[in-house]
């Protein structure tokens, strides 16, 4: 009876311990998508530039209301015609309840959040449930996984969940779940491929040994890659042509002439890869044969010509943060696999050192701070209390008419059919607010056509609205509207 009871009690004490880190994850998971919801729509409140949210808005919002598949005025056209990403629709039934750019924030946050369950599931199988947590705090804590938080809106925001899912299903042999989770991965961009693929290559080379039949579903994961980029680039391209296809040639520019990529930038690249690595004290390359599935990402990455790819701000980091992190979880078992290291070298004490570097390199890097810093000592205070006049202004312009105004207010406006993000002569109206002239220099080096082919219906604190010339209701509408604004 004795013993019975004691077998009660351990496994009763191993299920609360269980439980008391899935809480501390959970509270921990909690907290960061609140808070970087909440910066994000700080950062839509002062205007700050949102031109890829302003796009995904729009596409979002003429898929549902007009009808057309993805479809948005920056690109001229669908957005298949630029980037493979059917996992949009996932998105629309969230946005069918709340078309605005805030909805998009706040799904952006939620699955930038949910990129750390594969993590924390991974990391319970290797190092133990009780270090698990901390790897799932690193993450949260990681550079770069809150310069995710804190940017646009992309599909790519998709990525740490399905593609962590997908690694986590490898490094455990779920290799159904693995094929589904790819699957999903690539319905997220076409460049995702490229991940898909080499993480078929790296398995069926470590599992060579095995029957075909053990290895076909990294046969198949290798096979449904390479289709994903033959029916973007030869079909879906083609299908759904664009108005500047000089957008879709981008997307190949990294291979285009990489001696002149590299000629330049190259400090940017290095502080990009410190910034990468350090935090996790470069344990993932002890993890090399993870860390190996990520190459054609980092090689995106790294070889373009473009200094947004490396900096952890942007959004282009979540094609390697999930193969990062496995990397690192595996490099940690593997550095202290040898039971004859005693002491400091423990899983434990590995894990406390690597939280106490991200939390440091959070303070140092995190493209958060510095907007914590200028909203503490009156930062954006001009905007913000600007904004609510321009607020006023952007409500009283009709949903049914095509507009122009700079990218920092883009966003405001896109829940229409037509919007420009530079000068077009097509807008039948013009938002312009000279309290942020950096982003409508476009706008400046046209004014005198402006001033020929519209007329200026109000001013309002820096605010102005031009309305096209051929459309005097229009601007009567506005003129009536604005009295309300100046009185308020």
Known sequence: MDVKK?????ITGKKTDYNRYDIIVIIASVIFAIFFSLMSLYRLSVFDPQYDTALFNQIFWNTLHSGELLTNSFEGGSHFGVHFSPILVLVLPFYYLSSSATTLFVIKSVLITLGV???YLCAREFVGEK???????????YPCVQGLGYCDFYEVSFLPF???????AYLTKRNNLMLACGCFCLLIKEDVSLFILMLGIVGLYLNRSKTLKENLHFILLIILSLFVLFLFFFIIIPAFPIENPVITVHNIDQYTNISSNLSEHNINRLNYLLQLFLPLLFIPFAGLSVLVIGVPSFLEILLSPNQEYYYIGQHYSSLIIPVVFMAFIIGVTRISSDKRKQGLV???????LV?????????????????LQYAAHGGHIPTWQHSPVLHQVIDIIPADISVAAPMNILPFLTNRHDVYMNYNPQADLILLDEKLPEYAQDFQQHMKDISEQYQKALDIDGTS??????NPMLLDTIQKKSTIIVKS
Not at 6 to 10: A, D, K, L, S, T
Not at 162 to 168: D, P, S
Not at 346 to 352: A, K
Not at 355 to 371: D, F, G, K, Q, Y
Request: charged share 10%.
């Open 465 to 470: 609205v031009y309305v096209k010339n051929d």
């Open 162 to 168: 399905f593609g962590g899912m997908t690694l986590w």
């Open 355 to 371: 939280l106490v570097c991200s939390l440091v390199a959070t303070l140092l890097w995190s493209p958060v701070i510095p907007p």
């Open 117 to 119: 369950v594969p993590i």
């Open 131 to 141: 270090n698990a947590w901390m790897v799932a705090l690193i993450y949260f804590l």
């Open 346 to 352: 423990t899983q434990r004490n590995i894990l406390i």
């Open 6 to 10: 004691r077998r009660i009690n351990e």
